[in-house]
Each structure stands twice: as structure tokens, then as C-alpha cells.
């Protein structure tokens, strides 16, 4: 097993992980574990460009910086954003669970 494939497994054995998906600059899915393939089309298609205005905002406020992780959280999820060069690696997180085990 490589190195990626043990990391993927461990992130997604995380209490209430749904899926994580790898996308690379122009937005196509590399991997994805999300059982809906409608909302990892969605995330790949939406997410990268939101990183991109994210980083950008950051680069403006200070040029010597820049973004390392993004974490989005709404009613039914929580959207975790590790943008780098090439490729982005996007986990969704049903926030409801994290709570009750808290």
C-alpha cells in the first residue's frame, strides 16, 4: 500500500469523515471515496476555484504568505480544503456527528 493510500484510508476512518476526494488543478477527480458522485462532481467543479480566492486574499493581505488549509462549515457539512500546486485534497465531514462525540 503507498503512502497516499495509508493516508486516505486513515483520514477517512475518522469519526463522521463522508468521503474525501483528490482533485488536481484543472478540477478533474484523481480519487474519490464520497458515496455520491453528484456531490464530488459538485465539490471538484466549486471547491478549487473558492481555494483560489481564498489564497488570493491571503496574498493581498500579506504577499509573503500563503494558504495552507481551509475549513467551510455549514448546517449539513463541514468542508476541509488542503489546496497545494498541483492538487487539491477535499474532505467532507458530516458536523452533526462531530458534535455528539464531543
Known sequence: M???????QRINGHKGVLGTIIVDAEGTVLRSTVLQPDMAAKCASLIPSLSAMARSCVRDLDPQNDLQFLRIRSKQHEILVAPDKDFTLIVIQDPTTLKEGA
Open 2 to 8: 503507498s503512502e497516499v493510500e495509508a493516508t486516505l
